[in-house]
């Protein structure tokens, strides 16, 4: 009876223990936040009530973390999108390519792109059409060897620069906003990657994505989809901040779509794309992150003038770097802050000291 009732003694136990996490763990960045449980019964209201009554024990208790719940299997928007159960804090998905729903196209087996996109895309759109919108998260997301059965495909570990990984990162560019936790991570830990270290495994794929959006102040809301179509080689995502009378910053990745971990040594970025919607008449200062088919980054910058429409057309040709071909480069247009090189240093005068709380672990 692990759901039980409101009221009832196995509920009582569940809030004492909720309690009990608030008070050990409340403090600790270490937790993101805290699951109900994992691949529960997504038809079960009383599942349902109770993943509300965590989230509302940890607003009462821990303002730090969050509250939620997975699924063993679907999207039901209509919970995650309920004024029912409004403490809630962010929606989850699990669906693996074998597991999942949206395997009607094959190619989703070799583009780790179109897996993520896919499912950003479906998800977003499922929990808008409630008329209610919150953060989404993959909790569990695993490229198969087949749309059947769910072991993750072993021909991913001849992909030794991770371009199945980088691929699949920068897709959450995507407007859709699906934050993923990729499952199995033996070829993450393992493979040499883009540094030819297998010591630190794929795990340097990452951090240019962390450092590209580290200014980017898309927590300022007002964002919107480039709507980019995808032309010939050249898939486009990524997104546009909108005031009403043209949008001043804009981020996407280009991607050519022949550069995949089954192809890692194809593609080749070429022509233009035009990005509208932006600031009329405006000169933008245009940042672009290059990857060659290795992974290598190289990073250049210039200014762009948009015409009286609002039009700004991007150049995509560019030249080999390191001997390799660029395959996909990451833009940044208009002014963003200074990312932070260390953390900010203690401003108080040397006679000042500050007084902890008392039983504030951190200080």
């Known amino acids: 009876n692990f759901n039980s009732e409101r009221g009832f003694k196995v509920r009582r136990l569940h809030e004492y223990y909720w309690r009990y996490l608030a008070a050990r763990w409340g403090y600790s960045r270490g937790v993101n936040s805290w699951e109900l449980l994992n691949e529960g019964d997504p038809g079960n209201p009383f599942h349902r009530d109770q ?3 965590l989230a509302e024990y940890v607003n009462a208790y821990d303002h730090n973390h969050m509250g939620t719940t997975s699924f063993w ?6 919970f995650w999108g309920s004024t029912t159960y409004p403490a809630i804090h962010y929606a989850d998905v699990h669906a693996y390519i074998s597991s999942g729903w949206l395997d009607s196209d094959p190619t989703i087996l070799d583009d780790s792109a179109l897996y993520h996109i896919l499912y950003s895309q479906d998800t977003r759109q499922s929990l808008l059409a409630t008329g209610q919108n919150k953060p989404i998260v993959r909790g569990e ?7 059947t059965q769910q072991s993750e495909n072993p021909a991913l570990a001849n992909d030794t620069n991770g371009v199945w990984l980088h691929n699949y990162i920068w897709a959450m560019l995507h407007p859709g906003g699906l934050y993923e936790l990729y499952w199995w991570s033996d070829n993450v830990r393992n493979r040499p990657g883009p540094d030819g270290n297998t010591a630190n495994g794929l795990f340097e794929i990452f951090a240019p994505y962390n450092d590209f959006m580290a200014n980017v102040p898309i927590n300022a809301g ?5 709507a980019v179509a995808q032309s010939g080689n050249n898939r486009v995502v ?5 005031n009403g009378n043209g949008s001043t910053l804009a981020h996407l990745w280009i991607q050519d779509t022949r550069h995949a971990w089954k192809t890692p040594t194809s593609g080749n970025l070429s022509g233009t794309i035009t990005v509208n919607g932006m600031k009329p008449n405006t000169t933008f200062a245009v940042e672009w992150w ?9 990073k250049r910058n210039e200014n762009l003038t ?14 080999t770097y390191n001997g390799s071909a660029i ?8 002014t963003y802050g200074t990312i932070p090189t260390q953390p900010p240093t203690n401003t108080l005068p040397p006679s000042v000291t500050p007084t902890p709380a008392p039983g504030d672990a951190d200080g």
């Open 238 to 242: 990524g997104q546009k901040n909108n």
């Open 290 to 298: 290059d990857f060659n088919t290795k992974g290598e980054l190289r």
């Open 73 to 78: 299997y679907s999207f039901p928007a209509s």
């Open 306 to 319: 948009s015409n009286s429409s609002g039009s700004l057309t991007l150049n995509i040709s560019a030249s």
């Open 327 to 334: 395959v996909d480069t990451a833009v940044k247009i208009g």
């Open 141 to 147: 997301a695993g490229i198969d060897a087949s749309l």
């Open 51 to 53: 993943t509300n009554h």
């Open 222 to 226: 007002g964002y919107v989809d480039i």
